[in-house]
């Protein structure tokens, strides 16, 4: 090899290993003056210390932001009432107002690591101490979520993690069935598909496909939807401007689940479209947690085309065989005590 090769070389590794850098640093953003940035050259995210534990923004580099946000609610905390204000957040199901809807409106805890952080709640008025635990990847836009719910109650409580990504308005959400049989081959059902009083499957927003389904956000249908379903690999992928952003979680065929035994549920209205993980059911006494892991991907170059089945089989299937893949045990926690 000549040195000029060899010059190139060198150098091409130095871009790498510089690109690949996970970096985590303590920013103002969007009238939070408390917000941590975790980024590898390739991808952002943003958690916000004065309200949460939420991811409240997941981009390329400099790109947009693929989570919803609600622009009154930006920068404020401390409200009497509930706030969707955007982004991705942990819940506990079944829904119900006590335990799903507890404030998340004040401070969180944050401990930053070399590839991440870690944001906890305190105790909510529901009795859960929640918590999100990021880690990026590096390279790549990979990033895993470990959430957890302690519970602190004083009677014990049957629930389930309940993880909803909100997602910014004007794209469409694809998840996808168990793998498809033949009939008389295949006499059991595969899994459940889970509808509420408002679901209407004759609204133009949803779409099925032999292997898929789809829902379209459209600012002008007022009307919410909302679909449950099943599936051992459970995920979600939703396709914004060129953009394709995708979670990731497993769930258990042999285990009970909230909503008639749903994984994955999808939920839109005019403002914004929500892809939602669900864990198994627990019935949790005091001290003890459930927890419920979740990987994201974010690409450009998306082009479903028309979206038929063969364009959503080109654009999903090298996305989907991927192994999700996250830097792991970089180094111990960095807590920052007296600060948020």
């Known amino acids: 090899m000549s040195p000029m090769s060899r010059l190139a070389l060198m150098l091409a590794l130095t871009t790498t290993l510089m690109t690949a850098q996970v970096?985590?640093?303590?920013?103002?953003?969007?009238?939070?003056?408390?917000?941590?940035?975790?980024?590898?050259?390739?991808?952002?995210?943003?958690?916000?210390?004065?309200?949460?534990?939420?991811?409240?923004?997941?981009?390329?580099?400099?790109?947009?932001?693929v989570l919803k946000e609600f622009d009154a609610q930006m920068g404020k905390s401390n409200e009497k009432e509930y706030q969707l204000r955007g982004g991705h957040r942990l819940w506990v199901a079944p829904e119900a107002l006590e335990t799903s809807w507890a404030l998340d409106n004040g401070r969180v805890k944050i401990e930053t690591r070399a590839d991440g952080l870690t944001a906890t709640q305190p105790i909510d008025s529901a009795g859960f101490e929640k918590s999100i635990r990021i880690t990026m990847a590096a390279p790549g836009s990979g990033v895993t979520l470990e959430h957890k719910a302690v519970y602190h109650g004083a009677k014990p409580?049957?629930?389930?993690?309940?993880?909803?990504?909100?997602?910014?308005?004007?794209?469409?959400a694809v998840t996808g069935f168990p793998p498809r049989g033949t009939h008389p081959k295949d006499l059991l059902p595969?899994?459940?598909?889970?509808?509420?009083?408002?679901?209407?499957?004759?609204?133009?927003?949803?779409?099925?496909?032999?292997?898929?389904?789809?829902?379209?956000?459209?600012?002008?249908?007022?009307?919410?939807?909302?679909?449950?379903?099943?599936?051992?690999?459970?995920?979600?992928?939703?396709?914004?401007?060129?953009?394709?952003?995708?979670?990731?979680?497993?769930?258990?065929?042999?285990?009970?689940?909230?909503?008639?035994?749903?994984?994955?549920?999808?939920?839109?209205?005019?403002?914004?479209l929500e892809m939602e993980f669900l864990g198994p059911l627990r019935r949790l006494a005091k001290g003890q947690p459930a927890?419920?892991?979740?990987?994201?991907?974010?690409?450009?170059?998306?082009?479903?085309?028309?979206?038929?089945?063969?364009?959503?089989?080109?654009?999903?299937?090298?996305?989907?065989a991927e192994k999700p893949r996250a830097a792991r045990g970089a180094g111990p926690a960095r807590k920052t005590p007296g600060k948020r």
């Open 23 to 65: 970096k985590v640093e303590k920013i103002a953003w969007k009238g939070w003056p408390n917000c941590y940035r975790v980024s590898n050259g390739e991808v952002e995210l943003i958690v916000t210390s004065d309200v949460g534990p939420r991811v409240m923004h997941y981009s390329l580099a400099g790109g947009r932001n």
């Open 157 to 172: 409580l049957e629930m389930a993690p309940w993880t909803l990504t909100m997602m910014a308005p004007g794209g469409r």
């Open 190 to 272: 595969t899994n459940p598909l889970v509808l509420w009083a408002y679901t209407n499957l004759a609204d133009a927003r949803w779409k099925f496909y032999e292997k898929y389904l789809t829902l379209r956000q459209d600012a002008a249908a007022t009307a919410p939807q909302k679909l449950g379903t099943f599936n051992a690999d459970s995920w979600g992928a939703y396709a914004l401007d060129g953009l394709l952003f995708t979670k990731r979680t497993e769930a258990f065929p042999n285990r009970r689940y909230p909503d008639f035994g749903c994984s994955f549920e999808t939920f839109t209205n005019a403002e914004f």
């Open 291 to 320: 927890s419920l892991t979740e990987h994201w991907t974010l690409r450009r170059g998306a082009d479903f085309g028309a979206w038929t089945e063969a364009d959503l089989d080109r654009v999903l299937g090298p996305v989907l």
